[in-house]
């Protein structure tokens, strides 16, 4: 079951304090992402909570809220344009 997130920059600090590794746990780090996305979800959505966010990764879940991974809204972009550049192959006079 998924239950949070640590994020690289609320960590960044206690990497270079030794002496605090077995003072800290995950739990007191984890916090709840500002959005989740879903596996079955519509891109159109998926897009909008990016938006709202200003997130560049997003964690995904299952239908039983398993984790499944992160989704990068730079990975997304990419893809999205790799699809509108095939697609305007077909627009092309011949």
Do not use: C
Request: aromatic share 12%; no cysteine; net charge positive.
């Amino acid at each position: 079951k998924f239950i949070g997130i640590i994020e690289l920059n609320d960590i960044k600090q206690k990497l270079f304090q030794p002496d605090q590794f077995d003072k800290v746990s995950v739990k007191t780090m984890m916090k709840k992402p500002r959005a989740i996305l879903y596996s079955d979800q519509d891109m159109h959505s998926v897009m909008e909570k990016f938006d709202v966010t200003q997130s560049w990764y997003l964690p995904v879940l299952n239908k039983d809220k398993s984790f499944i991974g992160f989704v990068s809204k730079t990975k997304l972009f990419n893809k999205y344009r790799e699809i509108l550049a095939s697609q305007g192959d077909l627009y092309e006079e011949v």
